[in-house]
């Protein structure tokens, strides 16, 4: 079956940089767009980036221009490049693969200002 693990969260100080990683399987991960999530306390979960499988590339306008988002196919894995991250960045990260509509378990990514 599908499963999605996510790892690299933690805390960091505001201005600071985090990447994610999500490792994939049981899927042709080349084949298929992956997202990242995020979800705030007390608020809905909002897209964060999203790379479908030709590499092209899309981001919420809250990260545009400080996310970046990339996969290796070889590896399985997605990740997210956090740089200049501000304390609203703070949640749970999550990773999703739409065709399936599997999620990760998430990590917490908590920036301090």
């Known amino acids: 079956q599908v499963q999605l693990v996510e790892s690299g969260g933690g805390e960091v100080e505001s201005g600071g940089s985090l990447q994610l990683s999500c490792e994939a399987s049981g899927f042709v991960f080349s084949q298929y767009a992956m997202s990242w999530y995020r979800q705030a306390p007390g608020k809905d979960r909002e897209l964060v980036a999203i790379i479908d499988k030709n590499k092209n590339t899309n981001y919420g306008l809250s990260v545009k221009g400080r996310f970046a988002v990339s996969r290796d196919n070889d590896k399985n894995t997605v990740y997210l490049q956090m740089n200049n991250l501000k304390p609203e960045d703070t949640g749970v990260y999550y990773c999703?693969?739409?065709?399936?509509?599997?999620w990760g378990h998430g990590t917490q990514v908590t920036v301090s200002s």
């Open positions: 999703h693969e739409r065709f399936s509509d599997t």
